[in-house]
């Protein structure tokens, strides 16, 4: 077996060549001045030599290119920070049987799309017994109780569900990040349910493709899985934190 290399570069032909291939917009009618730009703007972000390699309009101002290039750029894998999973991932009947034995209960889940966010692709895909990625989703774990709130679930309305269900484990999706609001709602959803509930408060759980895990305590929850995330994740992750808490959320 070798060792991992500590200092790497991107591969394209041959190990270590540094080719890169790059995707962006520009708002420049379709046609050779767009790709010289397109070629211009490459070589400025340190790409050299740069080709642009495919070129189409988007509508009547806008072109999409793809470049390719060669970069002279290296990434120590030391100053790589990420947050790596510190849990095993176990089959559903591994988490059922986990969550049996030590709550003696199911594990109640309220999830939703909090704010204005109306796109519950993210939180279906965990929640749904359909679930994503080969998956089944969390409805298909026997000791799990789902309650899925859908759409536009204000902060006031997630609380109070999470009180009235009893919540062990509160999951929260965010899609929409325009001035980042994902960002701002979580905070906000975090401080409104540590204010009502304060150590009874459930595990909060923030995901969506814009979350980066690092910022779980800048924004208040427990949790934050990014995109790609599968239901198996979650529940591994849920079966890992009631082990590891002396005394269940609702006992």
Do not use: W
Request: aromatic residues 6%; hydrophobic residues 40%; neutral net charge.
């Amino acid at each position: 077996m070798t060792s991992a290399k500590r200092h790497v570069r991107p591969y394209g032909d041959t190990t270590g060549d540094g080719m890169a291939q790059l995707s962006f917009t520009l708002p420049v009618p379709h046609g050779p001045r767009a790709d010289g730009a397109a070629q211009l703007l490459a070589n400025k972000m340190g790409m050299d030599p740069a080709m642009v390699v495919h070129s189409h309009p988007i509508g009547d101002d806008f072109t999409f290119f793809v470049v390719y290039g060669s970069v002279t750029h290296i990434v120590d894998l030391d100053e790589v920070k990420v947050v790596e999973r510190e849990y095993p991932l176990l089959p559903p009947s591994d988490v059922n049987s986990v969550i049996k034995r030590r709550l003696r209960r199911k594990l109640v889940v309220v999830g939703g799309c909090i704010g204005t966010d109306a796109h519950t692709v993210g939180i279906d895909a965990i929640l749904n017994i359909k679930g994503f990625a080969g998956e089944k989703g969390l409805e298909y774990y026997r000791e799990l109780r789902v309650v899925n709130l859908g759409a536009q679930v204000s902060v006031p309305e997630l609380v109070k569900s999470a009180r009235t269900e009893k919540a062990d484990a509160v999951l929260v999706s965010q899609v929409v990040t325009q001035r980042d609001a994902h960002i701002l709602n979580t905070q906000e959803m975090s401080a409104a349910f540590r204010e009502a509930m304060g150590e009874r408060c459930p595990l909060l759980i923030a995901g969506g493709p814009r979350f980066d895990p690092l910022m779980a305590g800048e924004l208040g929850v427990d949790r934050v899985f990014g995109r790609g995330t599968t239901p198996g994740e979650v529940a591994s992750y849920l079966a890992h934190a009631i082990q590891s808490t002396k005394e269940p959320a609702h006992s």
